[in-house]
């Protein structure tokens, strides 16, 4: 079944403690990018990547970190969390930037 | 830069009573155009993408249309589980991000 996944759905960490959230895709896309989902702000990308070892800021990246040494996985990485990172987290691929993007079920972090 | 308007915000509807919501746009050269649907804690899922004006398309009871300015998606004689919160979303020319609009939040009543 074609499917991006997320690891954790569910995390709750207190400030300052590195965490890594996991994405995997099984559908061979290029195209990799991260969101956060906030109330009355709708869907943010935080990074993207266009392929392997090719990644880019997205409109609000500060605080993140991610790395694509892979194709199918994109982990996103928070070095030291804080309260206003608290957020619904989707991980989405497509095989190109303009293309159909899939959407992982995700991440609800919450950050004390 | 790249801007998304939905509306209306919410709308509540009784089951098969048809209707339209909007997603305006500003971009410099569209390049995709793409409307989610949105289930409570989940991620958004696909519906359709739209490439050019003039461009439609159809899935049961959804209907996309495409302009210069907007676009429409029409939901004829929508019913309950038609309910759930509609993205849309442009990327222009040039771009690498997605800008996506706030959404419409539909419950269709029984």
């Known amino acids: 079944e074609a499917q991006v996944t997320q690891n954790p759905r569910y995390l709750i960490t207190v400030t300052g403690k590195k965490l890594t959230v996991t994405c995997s895709q099984n559908?061979?896309?290029?195209?990799m990018s991260w969101y956060r989902q906030d109330p009355g702000l709708g869907l943010r990308q935080i990074y993207y990547?266009?392929?392997?070892?090719?990644?880019d800021k997205g409109d609000v990246p500060e605080g993140y970190k991610v790395s694509r040494k892979e194709k199918r996985n994109f982990p996103l990485i928070l070095e030291s969390p804080s309260p206003n990172q608290t957020s619904l987290y989707f991980c989405?691929?497509?095989?190109?930037?303009?293309?159909?993007?899939?959407f992982g079920p995700g991440t609800r972090l919450t950050v004390l | 830069e790249d801007q998304v308007t939905q509306s209306p915000e919410a709308l509540r509807l009784q089951e098969g009573e048809s209707s339209s919501l909007n997603c305006s746009y500003t971009?410099?050269?569209?390049?995709?155009l793409f409307w989610y649907r949105q289930d409570p804690g989940k991620g958004p899922e696909f519906l359709f993408t739209?490439?050019?004006a003039g461009e439609e398309k159809e899935k049961e009871r959804l209907k996309a249309t495409l302009t210069k300015k907007e676009s429409f998606l029409h939901i004829t004689a929508p019913k309950p589980e038609d309910s759930a919160t509609y993205l849309c979303?442009?990327?222009?020319?040039?771009?690498?991000?997605?800008?996506f609009g706030r959404g419409t939040s539909l419950i269709v009543h029984p």
């Open positions: 989405a691929s497509s095989l190109r930037v303009a293309d159909t993007q899939y």
């Open positions: 971009v410099s050269g569209l390049r995709g």
């Open positions: 990547s266009m392929n392997v070892e090719v990644t």
């Open positions: 739209l490439y050019s």
């Open positions: 559908m061979n896309h290029e195209y």
């Open positions: 979303a442009v990327l222009s020319g040039g771009s690498y991000i997605p800008t």
